[in-house]
Nanobody, 120 residues
Framework: QVQLVESGGGLVQPGGSLRLSCAAS????????MSWYRQAPGKERELVAT????????NYADSVKGRFTISRDNAKKMVYLQMNRLKPEDTAVYFC?????????????WGQGTQVTVSS
């Protein structure tokens, strides 16, 4: 079955960096666009960044452009989110999401999330 396991979250001071990782299994990773979402307390889940199947195209939320970088390694079935110059408003649970082709349709799958807290 599809599994997505995030790691790399933690507590970091404002201005610091973290690198999130997502290990994928149970589907054809190289055919699946991947995304990172986040959800802060009391707020809706929001899209942070997306990367195409082979990594040739990326998109970012305006709030993270220039600070975050999404990347993937199809050989390792991993997707990453490098987060630099972190701000307190980046505090949230970060989720990895896969858009998986199932027959003629795409279904979305989520990991369990990893907590990122930016605080001094």
């Amino acid at each position: 079955q599809v599994q997505l396991v995030e790691s790399g979250g933690g507590l970091v001071q404002p201005g610091g960096s973290l690198r999130l990782s997502c290990a994928a299994s149970g589907f054809t990773f190289s055919s699946s666009p991947m995304s990172w979402y986040r959800q802060a307390p009391g707020k809706e889940r929001e899209l942070v960044a997306t990367i195409s199947s082979f990594g040739g195209s990326t998109n970012y939320a305006d709030s993270v452009k220039g600070r975050f970088t999404i990347s993937r390694d199809n050989a390792k079935k991993m997707v990453y989110l490098q987060m630099n110059r972190l701000k307190p408003e980046d505090t949230a649970v970060y989720f990895c999401e896969a858009s998986v082709l199932v027959g003629s349709y795409r279904s979305n799958y989520w990991g369990q999330g990893t907590q990122v807290t930016v605080s001094s």
